[in-house]
């Protein structure tokens, strides 16, 4: 079975520009999670989604992220307009709900904003 | 207050040797999931070994167990006989049911992380 899938892979931009990350969760799976990973301050949950509906977004830096899910099988981040504080590693990961249930990562997109 | 803390920021074991890497948790949730998850340098999040808060044996997969310990609010991980390839960073994460937004939120609570180094 296809695990979580991200693309791309790795991103290089400049300062200013749009970033969009995207993710594919694993088939039958209802939640979704958009993570962030920095040296500086670890494994931040940014914003996840339960049956495609957002469910927290509180770790959301400010206005300039964005997040969707308009299907089951399709999430984006968005990062619009892009500053070199948003280099980071960007995770998506997948699971069914429920408290015994795995969540399961992607390979994450390594962002980095010159 | 913390939900999850590990306090060794850093471990070193001997290769073949077992080490444990130590979790504490905080919940007033009567079920909850641990799991212990693996980051190694290349940098992807790969699960170890979950244990359920009802569960009555230790989890174990391989070499990886789960000294869980309910009362003491514990869930060590356990690695036996480490090999070279267990060099990387330990999270250990609780799952709760909550309810944020009058639903259950299901969130993952992670812990700074433990960076273990196998020395040859």
């Known amino acids: 079975d296809a695990g979580v899938i991200q693309s791309p892979r790795h991103e290089v931009t400049e300062m200013g520009q749009e970033v969009t990350l995207r993710c594919k969760p694993i088939?039958?799976?209802?939640?979704l999670f958009w993570y962030r990973q920095t040296m500086m301050r670890g494994l931040e949950l940014l914003i996840y989604?339960?049956?495609?509906?957002?469910?927290?977004d509180s770790g959301m830096p400010e206005d300039r992220f964005s997040a969707k899910m308009p299907n089951a099988s399709f999430s984006t981040l968005k990062i619009q307009p892009s500053e070199p504080r948003d280099s980071a590693v960007y995770f998506c990961?997948?699971?069914?709900?429920?408290?015994?249930?795995?969540?399961?990562f992607g390979p994450g997109t390594r962002l980095l904003v010159l | 207050a913390q939900k999850i803390t590990q306090t060794q920021p850093g471990m070193f074991v001997q290769e073949k040797e077992a080490v444990t890497l130590d979790c504490t948790y905080d919940?007033?949730?009567?079920?909850?999931?641990l799991f212990w998850y693996k980051q190694p340098s290349s940098g992807e999040m790969i699960f170890l070994i979950y244990?359920?808060?009802?569960?009555?044996q230790n989890a174990t997969e391989g070499r990886y167990s789960l000294n869980f310990q309910k009362a003491r609010k514990s869930a060590n991980l356990v690695i036996s006989a480490s090999q070279l390839g267990d060099s990387a960073m330990y999270f250990c994460?609780?799952?709760?049911?909550?309810?944020?937004?009058?639903?259950?939120?299901?969130?993952?609570?992670f812990g700074k992380g433990t960076k273990l180094s196998v020395i040859p």
């Open positions: 990961a997948s699971s069914r709900l429920g408290v015994q249930e795995t969540q399961y």
């Open positions: 088939s039958g799976h209802n939640s």
């Open positions: 989604f339960n049956n495609n509906v957002p469910i927290d």
């Open positions: 919940t007033s949730d009567q079920s909850y999931g």
């Open positions: 244990q359920g808060s009802y569960d009555e």
């Open positions: 994460a609780m799952r709760e049911a909550g309810s944020l937004s009058g639903a259950g939120s299901y969130q993952l609570t």
